[in-house]
């Protein structure tokens, strides 16, 4: 069957389209690099009631084209099809006037989303959305559900607790949402917040991390990178390594990075982001949990003492599946 670009079809249509399933407009865009963006999003039914960590789904209409090509469809029942991806909901930490700012304080959403490039074997009946939200520009509309949800949040953290959040890549973005609310009640435990990426520039909130950092003396926050020259080259004077979650949450390197000992009697350990960085266990037959070959955080908590937290069994490894 010959396939159409969404350029040969009226466009009076895709109106149509819009005006039924959008109910939400792009306040702005901040794009990190090409891969990696901060979009603000409104609802066209105004602020939402919610807890940091949780998620939204956001859709767009298969006919929108893509940033990088347009796209094709082999047919108009495609037209009406939305393309939806949840999304944890992040902060932006600071206003313009250098001030902290929680979810509740913005009556937009904020989004942290990497670009997922398009598989050789996609199918255009079932395209992805991130190629179409990095399309996206001021003012563009989507469709945004009004549903938010999970149970990822900060509903086990006593005020006294300490609290680590470790996430990769855009894995930081519910956390952002939590660290700021700890820090807006005056939280009195520590709160340490760790993020692993390929480069620097995978980084998107840094400079705000790092004036929280002055600002707060119980929060810290560590970037750590596995693709930079110190982590490739041993030759260089500053090599690392590569640096992973899994390694900085030794005890003795968790000391010397953050300054304290991660006490399992009072500290929260929130994981968000590469499932092989989480460490995602299973049940076997006999009800013992089974974990990955490769040891992933769960795993090397669980044997400094943490216990993770399940469906009428709390415990304090929290966990969320990104992707």
């Known amino acids: 069957m010959a396939t159409t670009t969404t350029h040969q079809i009226s466009s009076s249509s895709f109106d149509k389209l819009r005006e039924q399933h959008y109910n939400a407009t792009v306040v702005s865009v901040n794009r990190i690099h090409e891969m990696l963006m901060r979009i603000r999003i409104h609802s066209d039914e105004g602020r939402f009631e919610y807890q940091p960590g949780q998620y939204t789904v956001l859709a767009l209409g298969a006919w929108e084209d893509r940033f990088d090509h347009p796209t094709e469809i082999e047919d108009e ?17 600071l206003n313009e006037q250098h001030e902290l700012v929680t979810c509740q304080d913005c009556v937009d ?22 190629p179409r939200l990095f399309a996206l520009r001021k003012g563009d509309r989507l469709n945004m559900s009004h549903h938010v949800v999970g149970s990822y949040t900060l509903d086990p953290v006593g005020p006294e607790d300490n609290v680590i959040f470790a996430g990769t890549g855009t894995g930081e973005a519910p956390h952002n949402a939590m660290a700021a609310e700890l820090l807006k009640r005056g939280h009195q435990g520590k709160i340490a917040s760790m993020t692993c990426v390929r480069y620097r520039q995978d980084a998107g909130y840094l400079s705000e991390q790092a004036i929280l950092n002055e600002r707060y003396e119980n929060y810290r926050y560590q970037l750590y990178t596995t693709r930079e020259a110190e982590n490739m080259d041993q030759s260089r004077p500053d090599f690392v390594g590569k640096q992973y979650l899994q390694d900085i949450i030794r005890p003795e390197n968790f000391e010397r990075e953050f300054g304290w000992h991660a006490d399992p009697q009072k500290t929260h350990v929130f994981l968000c982001g590469n499932p092989d960085m989480i460490g995602i266990p299973r049940k ?40």
């Not at 009406?80 to 949840?86: D, F, P």
């Not at 050789?120 to 395209?127: F, G, N, T």
């Not at 709390?314 to 990104?322: L, M, S, T, V």
């Open 77 to 93: 029942a495609t037209l009406n099809k939305l393309i939806k991806r949840a999304y944890s909901i992040s902060c932006p930490l």
């Open 109 to 130: 959403l904020e989004f942290y989303i990497t670009l997922v490039p398009r598989p050789d074997h996609e199918s255009p009946k079932r395209p992805p959305l991130t």
């Open 284 to 323: 076997g037959e006999d009800g013992e949990l089974e974990y990955p070959p490769n040891p992933g955080m769960v795993e090397l908590l669980v044997s400094q003492g943490f216990t993770l937290d399940q469906p009428k069994n709390p415990g304090n490894i929290h966990f969320e599946k990104y992707w």
